[in-house]
């Protein structure tokens, strides 16, 4: 379980531009869900995840995972129990160095390097077997280096090297946001398999309703730093693209954005 308590969070604070995101913010995440965040822009749906994985602190309130308060703790500590995949694949990978490369490093995550190769290529065949069921030839491709490949490659590349260890958590950062229709297509297909085969708990911000509501078990919709809509199951299957639209076409009006 993962639950943000009572957050209040403020950026340029005692200034001009001072912006309030969270005012005592309450969120619960039970283990297993798979839930999609949708809502306009500044609504504190980014900021959600950063609070999560520690890129920024909370002003005030805490952030509890399985009973544990973990809001002090380190971003890196906190990534032994989180993966996170960004909107730009450079983030989640070194586009400098190959394939294999890149997934002996996401490999070797929360061991001890000392002194030893960084590289383990017995481990190339194991590589493979999990590169070619993707269908996107990247069991080839492992001496390339990963800047030579697709904006989708490089994705997936991104989303295995976060769930290469073992996590609890899987935070999606608009990961298909930057893909052409069909690629982003095949990349949330590789998405879900990979929540419902490592039984991840996962978060994902995403613009695109249809995905919104065709992934997971639970969506909900972010306004002005508070939850607005929040169904889950049953409840969640019960809505259409129309009904989120709707309510989503009332606060886009409202701060000036276009769907």
């Known amino acids: 379980m993962l639950e943000l308590k009572n957050i209040y969070k403020y950026y340029n604070p005692d200034t ?33 995840l950063n609070l999560i994985c520690g890129n920024v602190e909370a002003d005030k309130g805490k ?3 399985d009973e544990k308060d973990i809001t002090n703790e380190k971003e890196h500590k906190r990534y032994k129990k989180i993966g996170r995949v960004f909107q ?19 490999d070797n995550k929360g061991k001890p390097w000392n002194l030893s190769w960084g590289i383990n290529k017995k481990r190339k065949d194991y590589y493979r ?28 590349v991104a989303l295995l090297m976060a769930t ?43 613009h695109n309703l249809k995905y919104s509501l065709k992934y997971g078990n639970r969506i909900i919709m972010m306004h002005k730093g508070e939850i607005i809509l929040d169904k889950k199951d049953q409840e969640k299957e019960k809505i259409n693209v129309d009904n989120v639209l709707d309510e989503f076409n009332k606060i886009s009006i409202e701060v000036g954005n276009s769907v």
Do not use: C, W
């Open 88 to 106: 730009d694949p450079s983030m989640g990978t070194s586009p400098s160095m190959t394939l294999l490369e890149n997934m002996s490093m996401a």
């Open 164 to 206: 290469l260890t073992p996590i609890d958590f899987l935070v999606l950062d608009e990961h298909t946001a930057a893909l052409d229709p069909k690629t982003a297509d095949i990349i949330m297909e590789i998405t879900d398999k990979i929540i419902r085969e490592k039984k991840l708990t996962a978060l994902m911000v995403t």
């Open 16 to 48: 001009i531009n001072e912006f309030q995101v969270f005012n005592d913010f309450n969120f619960k995440l039970d283990d297993g869900d798979f839930v999609s965040i949708v809502g306009s822009n500044g609504s504190g749906k980014t900021t959600m």
């Open 129 to 156: 077997s999990i590169l070619a069921p993707i269908g996107l030839g990247l069991e080839d491709k492992l001496d390339e280096k990963v800047a030579s490949l697709s904006g989708g490659q490089r994705q997936a």
């Open 63 to 65: 952030i509890i995972i």
